[in-house]
């Protein structure tokens, strides 16, 4: 298994233009989810998803959209982008084993730069 | 709502000596809570989790921590450090049956001299 995939791992950006940002999962789990890390505050959850067809905002969705159409691919797209937006962006997957407990795997992040 | 807290942004040990790295929770639910590891320009890995089966968690490389309800508390400790344990760590929580939903702390850069 691959596991999570990200790509691109770099990505250089001008304020206004727009990009998706690639993750697949080859593991079939049922969540997945955008988070962002910044130097001091950790990782933010962006939106995630509980399955195909089905999503919802996290902690910071503004100026992002995700759409979750089949259970392996979760993209995030960033519709105007802003130097705000400069951070590294981990996609994480993961299931539900029935005892309440899981274990989110992460991708190995695209670092974005907005000038 | 869930939120964690690490004290600590940095912390420096010398070889062979005990890693504490402290994190508090806050949850109005049940918690579900995590230690993960990052290495320099990777992702994360996870450490350790508890749900709940025990208090006292044994991970990888050695770490284990313990769950306090009393003192909402999930210290991450390991016996003696290594210089390979250099790298960031990171508290997080899920409330419940959140799936897919972390809170994540701030960050611990775990730093181990020679």
């Known amino acids: 298994n691959a596991g999570v995939t990200q790509t691109p791992k770099f990505q250089v950006l001008k304020t206004g233009q727009s990009m998706t940002l690639q993750c697949a999962q080859d593991?079939?789990?049922?969540?997945m989810s955008w988070y962002r890390q910044d130097p001091g505050m950790g990782l933010r959850l962006i939106h995630y998803?509980?399955?195909?067809?089905?999503?919802d905002q996290g902690e910071v969705p503004n100026g992002y959209n995700v759409s979750r159409s089949t259970t392996e691919d979760f993209p995030l797209r960033l519709l105007s982008a802003a130097p705000s937006q400069t951070s590294v962006y981990f996609c994480?997957?993961?299931?539900?084993?029935?005892?309440?407990?899981?274990?989110?795997?992460f991708g190995p992040g695209t670092r974005l730069t907005v000038l | 709502a869930q939120s964690v807290t690490q004290l600590g942004s940095h912390v420096s040990v010398s070889e062979g000596a005990l890693v504490l790295l402290r994190c508090n929770y806050s949850?109005?639910?049940?918690?579900?809570l995590f230690w993960y590891v990052q290495y320099p320009n990777q992702g994360l890995q996870l450490l350790l989790k508890?749900?709940?089966?025990?208090?006292l968690v044994k991970g990888i490389n050695g770490f284990e921590a313990e769950f306090k309800k009393s003192e909402t508390s999930f210290h991450l400790t390991k016996p003696s450090a290594h210089m390979s344990d250099a790298a960031e760590y990171f508290c997080?929580?899920?409330?419940?049956?959140?799936?897919?939903?972390?809170?994540f702390g701030q960050g611990t850069i775990l730093t181990v001299h020679p």
């Open positions: 508890y749900t709940s089966a025990a208090t």
């Open positions: 593991m079939n789990h049922e969540y």
């Open positions: 998803s509980v399955g195909a067809g089905i999503t």
């Open positions: 949850s109005s639910v049940p918690p579900y």
């Open positions: 997080a929580v899920r409330g419940g049956t959140s799936y897919g939903k972390l809170t």
């Open positions: 994480a997957s993961s299931y539900s084993s029935g005892r309440g407990t899981d274990t989110q795997y």
